[in-house]
């Protein structure tokens, strides 16, 4: 086979699965349509967990002036009263990154391809385009075109689809996706604004659901700003695209000669969802597997998960390390994610949308006292879910499994500091509270075949203050993010995937030991039910 991984489309979820792949060894070949970095910004949010990947794969250094942490955001209803308030978390920072941020496409795009020059066993070919998919053996011969127009085959044991929401591969399969039931037309204007002029504009996001035209204001890094206008029934995208109809648009807060149009571009914002996500070897990610409104800036992100998500999985049963059964949770484990965060999208984009005056009168009233019903305004976080199910420790009890592991800043043995991932690398992790015994559980994994072969870190947190000099696997931790989140599960261990989401974890030394168990029998392609139940093994 000529490659383990071949990725159809490289924007950022392309892109990003692609410096997964090299991270993790499969020989990639990844095409793009086009030449250079699409020059204009279409995505414009991403959160923590999309950050811990971007430093996983090497940018975050690269982007830090192309990202910026998001502001708080304010829905105004009618006469501007501030109907709701969506605020960041605050610091300690759970991942280890703020948890929104505004940024630069183009940006983080040539950071990603890049990056991906760097990388041995990773092509790019650019101008290429991916003209058939055919099954052939075990993987699929895919026939190209080049920018010259020259037509070769190549052999790829699997194929990735993240050629976007027009997605000619899952076309020509003639899969089907479920419409949520949203479908707006909406007009995305991004300037970049005159210093003299950055003073007069809101501080804050601000999403304006007023029934004469919804709109959003986006508070981007430096001087670019972004203004999201809904298209009124007499108008058609063409004409509001206009220069002269951008202005009116903008006059409310800009005049003429204060900013330079970056991009004026019509949309019809969309919630819908693949039926199908993987047909034999194909997969499909990003906007080829679903599509969600920018209500919630959680597009690219779901795309990034999708990559996150499968990349792993497709290596380890690329070496023959899991059973091939792995690769069915891709879709258990993202669907219902997606699902659930495009459908709070949806109906966010709902609350802004309304045009009929009574109904939003009625909206922010029902707003307003939810407001003064709540302690504190909402945290955006707070609103996307873990998994569900999929490739998960068995299920006894409610605990953290599924959940996003914390990333503390911590020290190492050495007293070298940084993030924890900086340390285990993209690896399943074995994380233990302190005072735990490391001996039995490395005695685990070096007697059990099918865990000895895997990348896997140990973990344990070292109490401050004590006497005894560290072993290799202990990190002081340089707050108290992990330790009280581990505390406040009762967990004494945690096994996290390399996708940073917990396998399962447990109460004690016996029953993380199992925890190991259900492990090895969830990659040979078992429920891990049996080992586990038998030995009562408790979820925290």
Known sequence: MEFDVMIVGAGPVGAVAANLAGMWGLRTLVVDKLLDVYDKPRAFGLDHEVMRVFDNVGISARIANDVMPYRTSEYHGAGGRVIKRIVPAGAPYPLGWAPNYVFSQPAVEGALRARLQERPGVRLELGTEALAVAAQGDGYAVRLRDKHGAQREVRSRYVLACDGGTSALRGRLGLEMEDLQFDEPWMVVDVMVSPEALE??????????????????????????????????????????????????????????????????????????????????????GDAAHMTPPFMAQGMCQGIRDASNL???????????????????????????????TLVTKEFGQVICERDPVRAEARDQAMLAEMARNTGPTVRQSLIPGLSGGFLAPLDGVGARGALFPQPMVSDHAGRGGLLDSFTGLAFRVVLAAGVDLA???????????????PLSFVRLREAGLQAAPGLQDYQEQGAVL??????????????????????????????????????????????????????????
């Open 483 to 540: 330790r009280d989140w581990m505390a406040e599960r009762k967990c004494r261990v945690a096994v996290v995937r390399p996708d940073h989401y917990v396998f399962g974890t447990a109460g004690s030394e016996a029953e993380g030991l199992r925890l190991l168990d259900a492990l090895r029998a969830r990659l040979a392609g078992h429920d891990g039910q049996g080992a586990a139940s038998d030995h009562g093994l408790s979820m925290a």
């Open 200 to 285: 007069r504009l809101p501080a804050t996001n601000i999403q304006y659901c007023e029934t004469e035209r919804p709109c959003t204001y986006v508070v981007g890094p430096g001087r670019h700003r972004r203004w999201e206008f809904m298209i009124n029934p007499d108008e058609t995208p063409a004409g509001i695209a206009q220069p002269e109809a951008v202005a009116q648009l903008l006059s409310r807060w800009l005049a003429p000669g204060e900013y330079e149009i970056w991009r004026a571009s019509s949309y019809r914002f969309h919630a819908l969802i693949l039926k199908t996500w993987r047909e034999g070897g194909q997969f499909f990610l």
């Open 311 to 341: 990349l792993w999985k497709l290596a380890l049963v690329n070496r023959g390390l899991a059973s091939s059964s792995l690769l069915d949770s891709y879709q258990e484990e993202r669907q219902p994610h997606v699902r659930h965060t």
């Open 440 to 454: 039995p559980f490395e005695a685990a994994v070096r007697g059990t075949p099918a865990l000895a072969g895997l």
